[in-house]
């Protein structure tokens, strides 16, 4: 049995109800985050909160709590469901009005939601053999880096790639590359590693910093700049990332092979230092 978190109380998932009235129902109006859980432990669970803060502040709605209750509920979470890898979901709507109205309500009780989910890692077979993705124009709002639940965009982009057989779709924006579907996505061109740079067309990805942390740490030549759709499609490697996915090479894009057509050589030291990072971090402990 899974048990949640709804409005101060823990029950179990399949018994957490909300308002037909609540404006994330009504309006997409919330904010959310997933935070992966290795050996019981959250993954940078600081950086996520901050993020939480900001997507808060972006869409004027009070946190409901400070880090450390966050914390508490989160590990209270953790404790409760199955299993030493977890991902949680936690997110909060702008709460249930008495009539349905754009503007906010006068007073708000947000709703806060938080549940634990098995962490899902990909296939090995997709990181031995790469994933293959579409691409689409980035028809979604300005403001990418709030990470809302209002994701209507990223799931009819998303199933784009599903339809086609494939796993993400890379958005292209005004001739560059933006992000994936529900996904960071990295390049590398003659042994530099690209990464767009964070604005207001990308999600700041939790796991995007851990890539560039890595890339600095190991001595990967990086270069954080616009990257162009010419660029993308010309790479010699491209990877996603995200939470859930960790990272994963990308080999086939819109039927045509990236680079050799398989992993490449800077995606497998990535890939082996990332393991290694969450491996020294989160499973042996300080
Ligand atoms: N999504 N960009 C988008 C649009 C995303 O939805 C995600 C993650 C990312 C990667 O961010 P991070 O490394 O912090 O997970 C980038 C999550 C996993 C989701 O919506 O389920």
Known sequence: MQT??????L???????VSAMDRGFLFGDGAYEVIPVYSRRPFRLAEHLRRLRQ?????????PHDDAAWARLIGEIIARNDGEDQSVYL???????????HAFPASVTPTVFVMSEPLLTPPPAQRETGIAAVSAPDMRWLRC?????????NCLLRQLAVDAGCVETILFRDGYMTEGAASNIFAMKAGVMLAPPKNHLM??????????????????PCEVRDVSEDETRAADELWMTSSTKEVLPITLLDGR???TGQPGPAFRNMYAWYQEFKQTVMRCGE
Do not use: C, F, M, W
Request: aromatic fraction near 4%; proline fraction near 3%.
């Open 203 to 220: 999600l700041p990805g939790i796991t995007y910093d851990v890539v560039l942390e890595l890339a600095a740490a190991h001595g990967l």
């Open 55 to 63: 997507t808060l502040d972006g869409i004027r709605l009070d946190n």
């Open 11 to 17: 029950l179990p998932l399949s018994e957490a109800r």
């Open 145 to 153: 880096d709030l990470k809302t639940t209002s994701l209507l965009a």
């Open 4 to 9: 949640a978190y709804l409005n101060g109380t």
């Open 257 to 259: 092979a990236i680079g």
């Open 91 to 101: 997110q909060i709507t702008r709460g249930a009005d008495t009539r349905r109205n």
